[in-house]
């Protein structure tokens, strides 16, 4: 949802090719709808209805505030208007006491329209291009291009596809989630649950470019897609405070991340949000994706953080300058070495579940490794975790400290 300052600093710059404003005080009119579509067809956007053209705040009647809601949830789920529907749900806000509704409009990736009308977003405009066949075709060939994963080879069979690359999907799976429905279902039943469709113009069925990339045999991805690039990412200019993303490959991303290959789009800005004020107060965090990508976090005064000492102990890596030897560690702990070397060498790099740590070290009983080992690490400042505020979090992760690498450089130097 939209901050109060967000939706002024929005109305003072105007309309734009992602801004518009609807004066609508007490019904929703039809160029609403139109507007809805072109942000669809383009490159989405938001759509202020009880704002004047010039930005001003009009507001909308409370007694209609309700029914205009629902009109414009009904009517972009109603295909005899909008066709895909697109289920948008509008958001109200209250700006200098008066009541206003705005739409995020995603931008979609097929083409929409409304009562039979093809509409797009040139500047600050709403363009109906029903009656231009090379216009629409543009937008057609547009939203294929960004969709590519979705495009349906009906003569590839499961034959095609590589038994190796099911089991190292599956396996990843099953170290987070052995309850996961894709671990119960046959190769055939997992590929056509996720990516059967059928072939534009003949309506031909067969699987999906994304499967064929996924799991094809390497002769069968070079002979349909000789050249294809992924890009399971947001493009497009960065707002910290608001961050629209949207996938490139869909498909694709799903299956990565439920292996843990990738996060939520917008996950990584959320923790950088949350996570940065308690390491740094009055920090100003900045991202902007352009030409060059940029990211940074400004401090109040960069001299608190000039020297380790004056940063908060719970906030900084545990280090230890003495000397510190294997041998120490492991009689103190009670936990051999090769066990010990194992678990800080694969945190050392980036940190790790829990899961995946008691399948590096070879144990299968959680609790027992967590008591037995995992924990004692932790006490004696050879790992670390992620979310110290909440060691059961499900989003826990261990990662190896200072001291524990200078451990694994004393072993090294020692052989």
Known sequence: MLSTDKIKDLLSHGENKQVE??????????????????????????????????????????KCVTDMTKSIINTLNNPEQFLPPMP?????????????????????????????????????ADN???????????????????????????????????????????????IHNSNHPWLSMTNEEFLKSLFWGKQRGTNKEGYKLAAILLFGKEQTILNCCPWHRTKPFQTGDIDINDWRT?????????????????????????????????????????IHSGEEFIFSITYRDPKEFEFAENIPTSHRQVTDKSPISREQVKDKLGIEWNILNSILSFCATEGRANSEIIVCAGFKDRATFMKKFIKPMVEEGLLAMTVPDKPNSRLQKYYTTEKGKSLLLCQDASN
């Open 88 to 124: 948008i749900t509008p958001e109200q806000a209250e700006v200098d006491g008066k009541i206003i509704l705005y739409l995020n409009v995603p931008e979609s990736e097929q083409v929409h329209r409304y009562k039979n009308r093809f509409f797009d977003r040139w500047g600050d």
């Open 246 to 286: 949207r996938t490139k490959n869909p498909l694709i991303t799903k299956v990565f991340r439920e292996m843990k290959w990738a996060e939520e789009l917008g996950s990584g800005q959320k923790n950088i949000r949350k996570y940065a004020p308690l390491y740094f107060e009055n920090s100003e965090i900045e």
């Open 128 to 174: 109906d291009v029903s009656k231009h066949t090379y216009l629409i075709k543009n937008m057609f060939m547009r939203k294929e291009k960004e969709s590519s994963e979705n495009e349906v080879f009906p003569d590839v069979t499961l034959e095609d596809m590589d038994e190796e690359s099911f089991k190292i999907m599956r396996s990843h799976i099953s």
């Open 21 to 62: 404003f609807k004066k609508c005080t007490d019904q929703v009119s039809a160029s609403v709808y139109e507007t809805v579509c072109s942000f669809l067809n383009a490159e989405g956007g938001y759509i202020f209805l009880g704002v004047d053209d010039d930005g001003a705040i009009l507001g909308i009647n409370p």
